[in-house]
């Protein structure tokens, strides 16, 4: 059973940085893209990184290009993202995906992840 597990939010002042953790569980994830995925109150779910986990290549929505970096730790089975110079825009439940790439390609729509954790706050107050 495919599980994941996001940690590391919290409330931190614009400009901050923070660094979320994904630890994935359940299956052998190396022919996956891992993502994270955001959701403020109101609003749709919208991609903001991934990682393809066997080899490295990753992608970003742009607006958090430059501020956030998206990485892997192949030992330790978890995904990371980093983010700095964050926003107040940058506040909502964040979520890490599995992505099975059935299709061959890293998606970044919600529809191509099979697998969700259950995500974490991250409030940047202003």
């Known amino acids: 059973q495919v599980q994941l597990v996001e940690s590391g939010g919290g409330l931190v002042q614009a400009g901050g940085s923070l660094r979320l953790s994904c630890a994935a569980s359940?299956?052998?994830?190396?022919?996956?893209?891992m993502g994270w995925f955001r959701q403020a109150p109101g609003k749709e779910r919208e991609f903001v990184a991934a990682i393809r986990w066997s080899i490295g290549t990753t992608y970003y929505a742009d607006s958090v290009k430059g501020r956030f970096t998206i990485s892997r730790d192949n030992a330790k089975n978890t995904v990371y993202l980093q983010m700095s110079s964050l926003k107040p825009e940058d506040t909502a439940v964040y979520y890490c995906?599995?992505?099975?790439?059935?299709?061959?390609?890293?998606?970044?729509?919600?529809?191509?992840?099979?697998?969700w954790g259950p995500g974490t706050q991250v409030t940047v107050s202003s």
């Open positions: 995906a599995a992505d099975p790439m059935y299709r061959g390609y890293m998606g970044s729509s919600k529809y191509e992840y099979a697998y």
């Open positions: 359940g299956r052998t994830f190396s022919s996956y893209a």
